[in-house]
C-alpha cells in the first residue's frame, strides 16, 4: 500500500486505548482522542533535545506527532489522522518513543555511565 492510499488501520476504543496504556505505557494518558505523554526537562537545550529525537523517530516511522514545546517540558500527542482514531502506528511510536528518549543508561550494566547527578548536567526529570 502506497502512503497515499486509503488507510484501513485498526481503530481501538477508549476502553481499548486505555488498558493497552496501563499495562504498556503507564507513562501516557488518552485525553480528547490523543494519546499523550509530558516529558519535563531541565530547561531548553533539553527540550530541543526531546523535541528532535521525537522528530527523528517520528520520520523514520513516517507517522507525526503533535508536539507542544515550551522551555522546560515537551508533551507528545499521537492519533492516527487517517483512521481518525487510535492507532497501533500510534503505540508503536509511543513506545519508541518512550524507551529512547527515558533511555538511562547508567541502570543499565554496560560501558556508558548516563548523566551524571549532577545540576550542572541535568537533562531530563525521569519518573
Do not use: C
Not at 505523554?37 to 531548553?44: A, D, E, P, Q, V
Request: hydrophobic share 35%.
Amino acid at each position: 500500500m502506497g502512503w497515499r492510499e486509503e488507510n484501513n488501520d485498526k481503530t481501538y476504543s477508549d476502553e481499548e486505548v486505555e488498558a493497552i496504556l496501563k499495562e504498556e505505557l503507564p507513562h501516557w494518558y488518552l485525553e480528547n482522542g490523543w494519546i499523550r505523554r509530558k516529558y519535563k526537562t531541565s530547561g531548553w537545550k533539553s527540550t530541543l533535545m526531546v523535541v528532535n529525537t521525537v522528530g527523528h523517530l517520528a520520520e523514520a516511522g513516517f507517522h507525526h506527532p503533535d508536539l507542544t514545546v515550551s522551555y522546560a517540558f515537551v508533551i507528545v500527542k499521537l492519533m492516527n489522522h487517517a483512521a481518525k482514531g487510535i492507532t497501533n502506528k500510534d503505540f508503536e511510536l509511543a513506545k519508541k518513543i518512550e524507551e529512547v528518549v527515558m533511555w538511562q543508561p547508567g541502570l543499565d550494566d554496560g560501558a556508558l555511565p548516563g548523566t551524571p547527578d549532577d545540576a550542572r548536567f541535568k537533562y531530563l526529570k525521569y519518573d
